[in-house]
């Protein structure tokens, strides 16, 4: 991607791979913690890959033996205590958005890889994903508590949303670890598979996604991201009212083809795939 809107690559890599934008946290002797420099070249990645062609899914991974530590403890934290605060909201503001303001309603499909090691603050983006795979060997953990912080940021109701009450409460206030299976299990993340096979299982996910209408897949995901904080009534008056601007707005028309395809030329079955595009 032109790097026009900041520069990346001291500290994430991008690399892209039959429409997949593989984005790779690169700080591995440091576990992938997130610092300053991954916040800001992970926004300006963001900025020139919703509009790169080359990327129609993108998945979040780390370098090496680790997904991400969560914040790094020294650059984030001890670093900005003493900047100015209103610098160290703009670095937390910045934060905020490529892990879970932004990357939440992400024009193009997103997966989180979780390769291994995967803490605290890492959670905002693994929830901020889309879909989330994982290595089966993959260690999780909730380490605030071990910290004597709390699940700040958005980590909380990231946690809160995706896995049970109970689960949620225990693994905050315990600390203890988990691992890939168990977060499937948990629904944390949508499945585990063995290491060896994570990046084949993760391309193939993304190929499932890249075979559909890109932009119905983004009016599905959003629709998705609002409704679930509405009532019935709002829930039922925005669908519709998106189902609408989607039929108006999609660029390949893909309602009509799909229709057309199945019914005229009997050429698809749409419960079983998608559409010739
Ligand atoms: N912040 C800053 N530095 C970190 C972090 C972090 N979150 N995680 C690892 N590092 C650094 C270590 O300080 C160490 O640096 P050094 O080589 O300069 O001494 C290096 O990464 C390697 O760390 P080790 O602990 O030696 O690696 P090991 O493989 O034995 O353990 C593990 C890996 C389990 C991930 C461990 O590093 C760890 O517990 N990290 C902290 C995890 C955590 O609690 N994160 C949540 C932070 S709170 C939040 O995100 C809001």
Redesign the pocket.
Known sequence: AEQTMGKWGEYVTVEFDEGIAWVTLNRP???N??NPGIVWEMNAIMDALEEDERCKVMVVTGAG??FS????????FRATDKVPPIQRERLFRANAAWQWRRMMCYPKPTISMVNG?C????FQFLVGCDLAIASEEA?F?L??I??G?I???I?TKSVLETMSFRDAMYYIMTGETFNGRQAAEMKLVNKAVAPEDLKEETRKLAMTLIGKNPFVLRQAKTACRFTRDMSWEQAGEYLMAKSDQTELRDPENGRNVGMSQFLDEKSFRPGLGAYRR
């Open positions: 002797k440091q576990r913690a997130i033996e680790s530590a969560g914040m790094d403890l020294k650059e984030y090691w803490f605290g603050g890492a260690i953990g380490s605030e071990n910290w912080i699940p700040a940021g980590v």
